[in-house]
């Protein structure tokens, strides 16, 4: 099979994973316009600093031996299969980098013959890239499940980040669709590498300090294959920020391929405003202060998708509103909805030099549409409806259509 083939085949298997969203784009180059999305395997993806940089995205391989219901490259699917070698992969990744095509590579694999014997290939691939081509650039790599933890010491000595999949949200999940996946598969590498990030630098072979995966590790999250709650991944989403340190918990919408009396039927879509509804929750873990358990419940389990998660955790606290915008403690202004954590900082800084007034927040450019129903400036309320009516709701709630669902609004004004 010509390397190009492998490419297309293995760029194209990668695309689910949703690390890097944009792999796959195919179009050419018009006379007139200036670029063009290559065919096969680069991506986007976004550093710490906010840089956008592109990285060639592909499996290793796409042969399997498990059959994980909800997988594209599952052992019983009738696919076209490739698998590169080392010195493929190192030729591909060099020469698209030397052509200024990429920055880094995105290396993840189905697993073939064995975990261990998996993992023994990538590891070869980094080191050959590392040490033959003194290759410097950025470098995610995929951790496979039930690897030595050996090797993925080695492999996370020559990336900049790792990640290993948890996938589904429960382990209740896990053992209907992928039976011959095991939880501590991929708890207990994930526990490893953190203790190796917290443990800091280690003296190589070659006598350099290298930093063991210096952009620390994430993971995926499938939204919609099983029948988990909103609650169900918030909650492993918390845990896996506060005990494995994880940079980021990315989720992907369940796309139906396979069919399954198990899985959604091929017909449904992706549960894309749900995906983007969960980022937006995550965000409130993060920068918010709030915590899964107060933004979800065993009696509401999931999110209302109309509203964003800050304005459905507001109406289910009216009691807590309106607050004053001149006294209200950092904390709680940051919980109002249309105010950022930045914008609750600028305000209390404002605020210090003289009380804020109405005309004043509109110059502070707040999103007055939706905090004017949940604050009072100067003790006057200027909300058109009043806090506890039912109008409030629809006020709120964001058009179906409205272009959340291809993440292009900011997280909250
Ligand atoms: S192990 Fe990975 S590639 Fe293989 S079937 Fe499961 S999810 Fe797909």
Not at 22 to 30: D, H, I, M
Not at 60 to 89: G, H, M, Q, W
Not at 237 to 256: D, I, N
Request: proline share 4%; with cysteine; net charge positive.
């Amino acid at each position: 099979m010509q390397l190009l083939e492998k490419l297309q085949i293995l760029a194209d298997s990668a695309k689910y994973d949703v690390s890097c969203s944009s792999s796959g784009s195919n179009r050419a180059s018009k006379k007139g316009q200036l670029g063009n999305a290559a065919p096969a395997g680069i991506c986007h993806s976004w550093s710490d600093d906010g840089r956008c940089i592109s990285l060639l995205k592909v499996l290793f391989t796409n042969c399997c031996i498990y059959d994980c219901k909800y997988c594209v490259n599952r052992a019983s699917n009738d696919n076209r299969r490739a698998t590169f070698t080392p010195d493929e992969l190192c030729r591909l990744t060099i020469e698209f980098y030397r052509r200024n095509y990429i920055e880094g590579l995105f290396l993840s694999s189905a697993v073939i013959k064995s975990p261990d014997y998996t993992m023994e290939l990538i590891v070869a691939t980094l080191k050959k890239l590392r040490y033959e081509h003194q290759f410097n650039g950025y470098i995610h790599v995929k951790s496979i499940p039930g690897a030595d933890l050996r090797l993925i010491h080695e492999a996370g000595l020559l990336a900049d980040r790792m990640s290993i999949n948890i996938e589904l949200p429960s382990v209740q999940g896990l053992k209907l669709l992928a039976p011959q996946k095991d939880h501590n598969q991929i708890i207990k590498p994930m526990s490893y590498v953190k203790e190796q990030i917290l443990g800091g630098q280690e003296l190589t072979i070659y006598r350099k300090k290298q930093i063991f995966v210096p952009a620390g590790q994430t993971t995926q999250l499938i939204v919609g294959a099983t029948q988990d709650s909103d609650r169900t991944i918030l909650n492993l989403t918390q845990e896996l920020y506060r005990r494995y340190k994880l940079k980021r918990v990315y989720y992907s919408a369940y796309v139906p391929i396979n069919v399954h009396k198990d899985l959604p039927a091929v017909t449904t879509s992706p549960p894309l405003l749900r995906e983007h509804r969960i980022y937006q929750a995550d965000w409130l873990l993060r920068f918010y202060g709030f915590e899964a358990h107060e933004l979800l419940s065993e009696s509401q389990a999931n999110f209302d998708t109309r509203v964003d998660p800050k304005c459905f955790w507001a109406l289910n606290h009216l009691d807590q509103f309106p607050v004053e915008i001149n006294k209200a403690p950092l904390e709680m202004l940051m919980r109002v909805p249309g105010i950022g954590y930045k914008m609750a900082e600028r305000i209390v800084r404002a605020r210090r030099i003289a009380p804020l007034s109405y005309e004043d927040l509109k110059r502070m450019r707040v999103v007055l549409k939706r905090a004017k129903y949940f604050i009072t400036c100067k003790g006057a309320y200027y909300g058109d409806v009043d806090l506890d009516s039912d109008d409030l709701y629809p006020i709120l709630a964001e058009e179906k259509d409205s272009k959340c669902l291809y993440g292009q609004i900011s997280m909250f004004g």
